[in-house]
Structures are given as C-alpha cells and as structure tokens.
C-alpha cells in the first residue's frame, strides 16, 4: 500500500467536516442533523481517599455539566490520592475514532504472542493511526486482524461491555467509559496484558498526536505532565455529534486517566467544549494542593 493520507492541521470546523465525509467505512450513514434529546440530568459521583477532594471534584464536574443538552459519560481514576470518579458510565456510544486505541493494543497483543516485532507496514498504519486519526490505516490493520483477535483483546482486557458493530464498522463499535478506562489503566500500569514494550509504545504514538487534535481531555493539564490522548468526533442522524477524549497524565508525581465521552452534541465544538470544561475541573482539582481542596 502507498504512503498513507496525511492529516496537515485544520481547523476544528475542518476537522469536522472531514469527519462527516469519513465515508461507508467508518458508519454506514452520516447526516448533517442536529439533536433534538436533551440529556437527563445526572450527577458525577466521586469517591477518594481524600473525602475533601472527592467532594470538590463531584462539585466542579457537576458545575461544568450544568446547562449542558449532551448525554455525557465519565469515568477518571487518580492512582496518587486513589481517587474515582463516574458519570453513566456503562452507557454505550459509538466508538468513532476513540476505538484505534483498542485497534492498537489488539495489535500489539497479537504480536507479543508471536514473539514477534510489529513490520514496518505496521508502524506505519500503527502512526497514522494514532498521532493522525487517518482512516485508512486503522481500515487495513482492521482488516488485518479480524473481529475474532479484536474480540480476543477485548476479553484478555476486561472489556466485557464493548461490542463490534455487527456489519464490521470499526466507528460504530460500542463502548462505555468504564471500559475505555480499563483500558486506559492497562496502558499506564504493568499487567498481564500488554508488555511493558508495548504499553510504551502505545504511550509514545498517544503523545505524538498532531497539535489539532490535542484537544478535550488535555485541556488544563499541569505543564509537567506528559500528556497521552486519543479523540474520536462523528456525526450522525440520530443523538447528533458524538465527541470523546481519552487522556492518560504521567510523569511526575502524575498518575491519572481521564474518559468522557459524549452524544446529543448539536456541533463538534459544543462536544469540545463540554468536555474540556470537565477536564479542567478534574486537573485543577487533582493537582491543587490538599488544603484548597477544602475551599
């Protein structure tokens, strides 16, 4: 196969209309309709070994959703206070982009099996995939592995509430934010999963991703953090614009993940700003200093 499409650095209106014409691959149909569900209203719900910090982060989290029209899901775990939070999530959305981070381990999985290093080819799709988002790539290794591998890693991983979409769309696989969290903890901690090798390569292509699409959870990060991200934005004639942001903070005294994923969005940059809104909340408050938890 040629060089892959590259993704220059458009715009997020840009971005969004690339995405709407992301072809029969991806979704089997995409309208430019706006959604009429307004979401129920829910609460975040956090726990801590700092009480203080799970109250305030429930707090904020809930503030941010305030006056929201999305269906919203969250799901964040801080290993340093061993801090949880929830929102919905066990609900299912289509995966859109989000699921190249599974399509990824499922890769790796594989290879470590074999004992084998990823082929040149492989890297390759594995980069455009990732740090990209391009279609085509994550279609040929897709096809490549097979719904039974793909299923395979979901089982090995604890993912039990993700589904493949039956027709084989990769964007309309089912996931919730309890899932993509577990997954996210098998990329940042050693487990019998994934290699060490291979959650570092994972890290690496997530922290490369191009400046445009560095957006959601990273949003208010601390400066010392080493940022690892994975987006996923579609539309669709039903539930409006799916937009979700996977984010993994180390280095440091960093330990944390961040999943939300959100439908019911009436544009792209509403999802954007309805989860950067979240994360912000989530960063101030984790990496505020025990006593102004309080304030």
Not at 123 to 147: C, F, P, R, V, Y
Request: hydrophobic letters at 35%; proline letters at 3%.
């Amino acid at each position: 196969m040629g060089r892959h499409r590259r993704i220059t650095q458009p715009s997020r209106s840009t971005l969004a209309t690339k995405a709407a014409l992301a072809a029969g691959v991806l979704v089997p149909t995409i309208a430019s309709v706006g959604s009429a569900h307004a979401a129920t209203p829910q609460a975040a719900i956090c726990t801590s070994d700092r009480p203080e910090l799970a109250d305030k982060l429930s707090e904020d989290i809930n503030s941010a959703l305030d006056g929201s029209a999305a269906t919203t899901a969250i799901s964040l775990h801080d290993r340093t206070t061993n801090t949880t939070c929830t929102l919905d999530a066990d609900r299912h959305f289509d995966s859109a982009s989000t699921v190249k981070v599974t399509v990824l381990s499922t890769l790796l999985w594989d290879a470590q099996k074999d004992d084998r290093a990823l082929t040149q080819e492989e890297k390759d799709h594995a980069t455009a995939m990732i740090t990209e988002s391009d279609n085509d790539a994550t279609t040929a290794l897709w096809k490549q592995l097979g719904a039974d591998k793909i299923n395979g890693f979901l089982q090995a991983a604890g993912m039990a509430n993700t589904t493949l979409d039956s027709e084989g769309h990769w964007g309309l696989t089912q996931i919730t934010a309890n899932d993509e969290e577990k997954l996210l903890q098998l990329v940042t901690h050693t487990n019998p999963v994934l290699s060490d090798d291979s959650r570092a390569y994972i890290l690496k292509l997530t922290g490369e991703v191009i400046p445009s699409q560095r957006w959601g959870t990273p949003a208010g990060a601390p400066s010392d953090a080493q940022v690892h991200v994975k987006n996923g934005w579609l539309e669709r004639a039903t539930n409006g614009w799916r937009v979700h942001s996977l984010g993994a903070f180390t280095g440091g005294d960093h330990d944390y993940t961040i999943t939300v994923l959100s439908q019911d969005n009436a544009t792209m940059d509403d999802g954007i700003a309805n989860i950067e809104g979240i994360a912000r909340a989530v960063h101030e408050n984790l990496n505020a200093p025990a006593s102004s938890a309080r304030s």
